[in-house]
Antibody
């Protein structure tokens, strides 16, 4: 069974950093694009970034470009999201999803940016 | 960015009755490869979204056949032939043709 388990969410001050992880199982991670999507009451669902199967290409929403970095370790069946210079508007539940079209979703990890 | 406009915002439905949700993208969703990557998601309260439909009308594994997707160009529709209690929640359309990927604002289906 496909499983995606996010972790790393926390309360962080504006300007701070955080690293999210997503542990994948039940499928060969190396064969799939992977995506981060976030959800907040204010902005709904927002695409954050995705990365190609071998990690050589990544794409970002304008709102996070230059601050967030998506990466992966296929040998460890893991996806990551490095977040820097965090802002209040980055507060959201962050989901790891499989493929560009998000056919499987994790349960999410909560990031709260507040002083 | 492509704006995905959903309607209605809220949809009260009687059990066993049909339901229909509209999604209108601000431009064509036809990809260079000829496919149209229009997706429907369902989110129950307290749960993660679940994909129901991809490429306009293809149902994901395990999705009941009372769910169907249709449309082309800049008008797409999700239909539920006979609503069941488990269908309550919020439905989102999403386009994965163009970056940035974008989502509709959601339609809340409530069982009367």
């Amino acid at each position: 069974e496909v499983q995606l388990v996010e972790s790393g969410g926390n309360l962080v001050q504006p300007g701070g950093s955080l690293r999210l992880s997503c542990a994948a199982s039940g499928f060969p991670l190396r064969a799939y694009f992977m995506t981060w999507v976030r959800q907040s009451p204010e902005k709904g669902l927002q695409w954050v970034a995705n990365i190609n199967p071998d990690g050589s290409e990544s794409y970002y929403a304008d709102s996070v470009k230059g601050r967030f970095t998506i990466s992966r370790d296929n040998a460890k069946n893991s996806l990551y999201l490095e977040m820097k210079s965090l802002r209040a508007e980055d507060t959201a539940l962050y989901y790891c999803t499989r493929a560009i079209s998000s056919d499987w979703w994790g349960q999410g990890t909560l990031v709260t940016v507040s002083s | 960015d492509i704006v995905m406009t959903q309607s209605p915002l809220s949809l009260p439905v009687t059990l066993g009755q049909p339901a229909s949700i509209s999604c209108r993208p601000s431009q064509s969703l036809v990809h260079h490869d000829g496919n149209t990557y229009l997706i429907w998601l369902h989110q129950r309260p307290g749960q993660s979204p679940r994909r129901l439909i991809y490429k306009v009308s293809d149902r994901d594994s395990g999705v009941p056949d009372r769910f169907s997707g249709s449309g082309s160009g800049t008008h797409f529709t999700l239909n539920i032939s006979r609503v069941e209690a488990e269908d309550a929640g919020v439905y989102y359309c999403m386009q994965a043709t163009h970056r940035p990927l974008t989502f509709g604002g959601g339609t809340k289906v409530e069982i009367k």
